[in-house]
């Protein structure tokens, strides 16, 4: 620590042009010298270690420099502070060191970054584009099959199935009618969306919906399918020595395999 402070104090005091310079400069500690460089050889040797001078910036200030530097000195702040006090000084230091800004202000933005972030903001927007056609084209979807089942299949089982089932099923459909309607006026609707026929899609189409808010997927089918497949296959195989306890680890053993398949197709694996 000795070291660098002494380095810094002849940077400041000198102003040497780089590196090679400044390890040039008269300077002994510890008995080593005459030479900043020679006091960083004869320490390396004492300690053990091997230490270097990477690089340097001399700054005259505007205002008042304050430093920050994070624990394990791997991260450090320097900033030049015209007005307010040293306290809100040391709290942008250490803002500055969370948050890794890349400029002062806007004028000091790369131009590559700049491109990089519109981007990036076209795409989401292009994006949002590609949901909202989405979702009108499921609410248009929905329309008609409301339609199919209220004009059609509704009145044809009335009085073969309880009267309160029949109702239930107007609500929801009049509830489902309200939330098209805002979907179709622009609003956006934060809500999850939920698949109920999970079973069949392929891995694509799966990750697509995913990608576009997909937060369920129904797919007991698939997994009632292996439990048959499973029970089939192991009494196929196991007709003279069948064993309960066997069988249970055979369809345990698939319906787990079929789990962590959608649990990697979902991008929940390790989650839970």
Same mark, same amino acid.
């Given at each position: ?35 900043? =460089? ?5 320490? +390396? ?7 270097? @001078? /990477?690089?340097? *910036?001399?700054? &005259? ?79 248009? =979807? ?5 339609? +199919? ?7 044809? @089982? /009335?009085?073969? *199935?309880?009267? &309160? ?108």
């Amino acid at each position: 620590m000795a070291f660098c402070k002494a380095a810094a104090a002849l940077v400041a005091e000198t102003n040497p042009a780089d590196v090679a310079a400044l390890s040039s400069l008269p300077y002994s500690q510890d008995g080593f010298g005459p030479t900043l =460089e020679d006091v960083r050889k004869g320490l +390396i040797g004492k300690i053990g270690e091997n230490m270097s @001078i /990477r690089r340097f *910036v001399r700054i &005259d200030a505007k205002g008042k420099l304050t430093s920050y530097v994070h624990g394990g000195s791997k991260i450090g702040v320097l900033i030049d502070v015209v007005g307010g006090d040293e306290q809100m000084a040391k709290d942008l230091a250490m803002h500055i060191a969370a948050s890794k800004p890349k400029a002062l202000d806007s004028s000091g933005v790369p131009a590559d970054l700049l491109d990089t972030e519109r981007r990036i903001a076209v795409e989401k927007a292009r994006e949002a584009g590609r949901k909202g056609e989405i979702a009108r084209k499921i609410c248009h =979807e929905l329309i008609v099959h409301s339609m +199919i089942e209220e004009e059609i299949f509704y009145p044809a @089982i /009335r009085g073969k *199935v309880e009267d &309160d089932l029949l109702d239930e099923s107007y609500v929801e459909h009049d509830g489902a009618k309200m939330l098209i309607a805002e979907i179709l006026n622009g609003r956006e609707i934060r809500a999850p969306l939920v698949i109920h026929g999970g079973t069949g899609l392929s891995d694509e189409v799966t990750r697509r919906l995913v990608e576009l808010g997909g937060s369920k997927f129904n797919v007991s089918t698939e997994l009632k399918h292996v439990l048959m497949d499973a029970t089939a296959g192991y009494l196929a195989g196991h007709l003279k020595d069948y064993n309960p306890g066997k069988l249970d680890a055979a369809v345990f053993a698939a319906t787990l395999e079929a789990i962590r398949r959608w649990m990697d197709i979902l991008g929940s694996a390790g989650q839970y």
